[in-house]
């Protein structure tokens, strides 16, 4: 099984970073498909206190769970603030779509022990699940 699958198969609980209000955006397709597929997702954003009426909530470490996965859809400078948040956390994996990632930040992550999935579509991998 691949590494993709694997992570969508063993964890339902994701916080996608980055989530817009703008409905076009690909940060809320990403988390209008987690929710679809039947996972907890908890949008993360501080310009929004609700997303689609759910609670939205400035970083990963005010979510009222620890995700098992972070999603980012933020630029890389951004990114590399949540890796750091998220090896506090102690987070075990984070997504990094196209575009929100860098191999710095990629070998950041890798540095805390966070296993990283980067440069693949979620959409694309969520959809493709039966």
């Known amino acids: 099984m691949s590494i993709v699958s694997d992570v969508l198969r063993n964890n339902h609980v994701f916080a996608v970073v980055g989530v817009s209000q703008d409905k076009e955006k690909y940060s809320c397709e990403v988390f209008a498909t987690l929710l679809a597929k039947g996972y907890q997702a908890y949008a993360v954003n501080p310009k929004y206190d609700t997303i689609d009426g759910r609670p939205c909530y400035p970083d990963i470490e005010a979510?009222?769970?620890?995700?098992?996965?972070?999603?980012?859809?933020?630029?890389?400078?951004?990114?590399?603030?949540?890796?750091?948040?998220?090896?506090?956390?102690?987070?075990?994996?984070?997504?990094?779509?196209?575009?929100?990632?860098?191999?710095?930040?990629?070998d950041q992550a890798?540095?805390?022990?966070?296993?990283?999935?980067?440069?693949?579509?979620?959409?694309?991998a969520l959809r493709s699940m039966n």
């Not at 620890?66 to 994996?93: C, D, F, M, N, W």
């Not at 805390?112 to 440069?119: A, F, M, T």
Request: aromatic share 4%; charged share 15%; hydrophobic share 45%.
């Open 110 to 124: 890798e540095a805390q022990g966070i296993e990283v999935i980067h440069d693949i579509c979620m959409v694309s």
């Open 63 to 106: 979510l009222p769970e620890k995700p098992e996965v972070v999603v980012t859809v933020v630029p890389p400078a951004v990114t590399e603030q949540v890796v750091a948040s998220s090896g506090r956390l102690g987070i075990k994996t984070m997504w990094m779509p196209p575009g929100s990632w860098s191999d710095q930040v990629v």
